[in-house]
Every structure is written in C-alpha cells, then in structure tokens.
C-alpha cells in the first residue's frame, strides 16, 4: 500500500523562492520520480478532477455522520471525529475555490489542512497526554490574545483564569510533525520514514512538507510580496499589468488531497472509520497514473 508515499513527488511545484528551496525541492521530486514512475505531472491535473476529489472524499467522510458520544468513550473518540469532520468542511472550502480558479486561496487552505492534520495525527500519537497539552496550548494563545486586548481596555480573561493559564506553552507545529513522523510511518506504510542523519530532512515526509506547505503558504497567509503574484503579469521590463488571472491547472492545492487521506488513514487505524478503501482508491485515481 504504497498511496501516500507516492503521491507527493506530483504535488511540487517550485516558483518559490528562496533559490535554497526550490532546489532541494527540485532534488526531492527527482528522487521521487524514480521511485514512483507513474505518479501524475503536476501540470497534468485539471482543476475540476481535484475538486471531484476532495468532494469525494468529503462525502466519504459525511457518510460516517451524525455520530453519537457517551461520557463512559472518554474524550479521544469525539475529539478523532471531530478533527476528521473538520478537515472533510475544509475540503469542501477547497473544492469551492479551485472550481473558481482562486489557487492562491486554495493553496491557503493546504496550509490550514496540513496543520490541522499534523495536529490530529500528533495527538493519535498518545492521545491521553497530547489532549491535555492540546488544550493547554489554547489556553495559552487565549492568554496571549488577553494580554493584547489589555492594551486597548478590554480583557479576555478574569485575573483568576488568567492566573491558572500562565505558563502553559503553545504547541510547535513542526515539533508535532516531527513526532507525528516517528510513529506513524514503521505503521502505515504511506508515511515516510523521517531521516535520523543530522541536517538532513526528506522533504516528502510530514516533517518536510512542513517547510514544503506550512511554512512557504505563510506568505500568502501573511500578505507578504508573494501574496501578489497571482495577480501581476510582467508584460515587458517597464510595464505591469493587474488583473485577475484564472488559473485552469493546479499549484500546490493538490496536496490537500492526500494530506486529508493520510488524517483519514491513521484514524481509521485507531477506529476502524471511514471507509479507507474507497478513499485510496479516490487518492490514487487522482495521483497516479493507469
């Protein structure tokens, strides 16, 4: 069951800068492509077949809801549930946003996919101890926003609660990936196994599309001068030209597809839900070539 370690090499596409970045994923995909010779071009997925994707994967999941908890199930089933429902709504939004062209939007949400799929399969590691410090870590950004608001006069929190919150610490989304990386892929046979060598990270493994995903989307996220490209063409040297442009091929939002299979892979592992054949076989008829 080779589905998620094959897939990434087709999802990387490297108008990023800096040039540090791009070649080493450059390297990455040519070593991929070795491996796995019949994924599918990056420039070979139309936006409408990755939308059918993500909506199929999408009804997978609803199939599977409403689903009802007891007090005596502990606070893990709801929570698994939760986040996969969750990551269903996201590709859903996706979906709606490739359909209308708006990649940059769209790659947004890969960002917002891989975190909250780092962040499921990191508590899946030890579900007990990572739900606490899940939740200590809101607390902890609710603070932070508290301490904010105090400079205009508002509070977010009584001295008491705030009193209880102070020192607990925020969660590290590459840490999560790192760990999530250790325990999941001598597991599943999708996961790619994290190198143990130091200064050395293999780009396709949940730790590598850290930097792959979270880390160069942040710059459409945070309206940095990236964040523009969709928009301006370089017609000559002295003129520009604004517009909105459709994009009919695909970038980085592709990878939305199997980030949500991979959360969906490991859950049912634990739960023996959804259907994981039916989602492979939606993965792989995307990614794969024949």
Same mark, same amino acid.
């Given at each position: 069951?080779?589905?998620?370690?094959?897939?990434?090499?087709?999802?990387?596409?490297?108008?990023?800068?800096?040039? *540090?970045?791009?070649?080493?994923?450059?390297?990455?995909?040519?070593?991929?492509?070795?491996?796995?010779?019949?994924?599918?071009?990056?420039?070979?997925?139309?936006?409408?077949?990755?939308?059918?994707?993500?909506?199929?994967?999408?009804?997978?999941?609803?199939?599977?809801?409403?689903?009802? /908890? /007891?007090? @005596?199930? @502990?606070?893990?089933?709801?929570?698994?549930?939760?986040?996969?429902?969750?990551?269903?709504?996201?590709?859903?939004?996706?979906?709606?946003?490739?359909?209308?062209?708006?990649?940059?939007? *769209? /790659?947004?949400?890969?960002?917002?996919? /891989?975190?909250?799929?780092?962040?499921?399969?990191?508590?899946?590691? $030890?579900? =007990?101890?990572?739900?606490?410090?899940?939740?200590?870590?809101?607390?902890?950004?609710?603070?932070?926003?508290?301490?904010?608001?105090?400079?205009?006069?508002?509070?977010?929190?009584?001295?008491?609660?705030?009193?209880?919150?102070?020192?607990?610490?925020?969660?590290?989304?590459?840490?999560?990936?790192?760990? *999530?990386?250790?325990?999941?892929?001598?597991?599943? $046979?999708?996961?790619?196994?994290?190198? @143990?060598?130091?200064?050395?990270?293999?780009?396709?493994?949940?730790?590598?599309?850290?930097? @792959?995903?979270?880390?160069?989307?942040?710059?459409?996220?945070? *309206?940095?001068?990236?964040?523009?490209?969709?928009?301006?063409?370089?017609?000559?040297?002295?003129?520009?030209?604004?517009?909105?442009?459709?994009?009919?091929?695909?970038?980085? &939002?592709? =990878?939305?597809?199997?980030?949500? &299979?991979?959360?969906?892979?490991?859950?049912?592992?634990?739960?023996?839900?959804?259907?994981?054949?039916k989602v492979r076989e939606i993965n792989n008829a995307l990614?794969?070539?024949?």
């Open positions: 069951m080779a589905m998620f370690a094959c897939p990434m090499h087709v999802l990387i596409v490297l108008a990023f800068r800096p040039a *540090a970045i791009a070649n080493a994923w450059h390297r990455a995909a040519r070593l991929a492509a070795t491996m796995v010779p019949k994924g599918r071009p990056m420039d070979s997925l139309r936006n409408d077949e990755v939308a059918a994707a993500l909506l199929r994967l999408a009804v997978v999941v609803d199939s599977e809801f409403p689903r009802s /908890y /007891y007090r @005596g199930e @502990g606070e893990w089933p709801v929570i698994a549930a939760g986040h996969i429902a969750r990551m269903a709504e996201i590709a859903r939004s996706a979906a709606l946003l490739i359909q209308a062209h708006a990649q940059f939007d *769209a /790659y947004a949400l890969a960002r917002v996919m /891989y975190e909250q799929m780092v962040t499921y399969c990191w508590i899946a590691v $030890e579900p =007990t101890t990572h739900i606490r410090r899940w939740k200590d870590a809101a607390e902890a950004e609710q603070l932070k926003a508290h301490e904010e608001a105090k400079r205009y006069w508002f509070k977010m929190l009584t001295g008491g609660q705030a009193r209880r919150v102070n020192g607990k610490e925020p969660l590290s989304v590459e840490q999560m990936a790192r760990e *999530a990386d250790n325990y999941w892929s001598p597991r599943i $046979e999708g996961f790619r196994v994290l190198s @143990g060598k130091k200064h050395k990270l293999d780009l396709l493994t949940i730790t590598g599309l850290y930097l @792959g995903i979270y880390r160069t989307s942040s710059r459409i996220v945070h *309206a940095q001068v990236h964040s523009l490209e969709s928009v301006l063409r370089q017609v000559t040297g002295t003129k520009v030209v604004v517009e909105r442009r459709a994009a009919h091929t695909v970038s980085f &939002a592709p =990878t939305i597809v199997p980030l949500f &299979a991979m959360a969906i892979e490991a859950h049912h592992t634990q739960f023996n839900w959804p259907d994981v054949e990614l794969w070539e024949g």
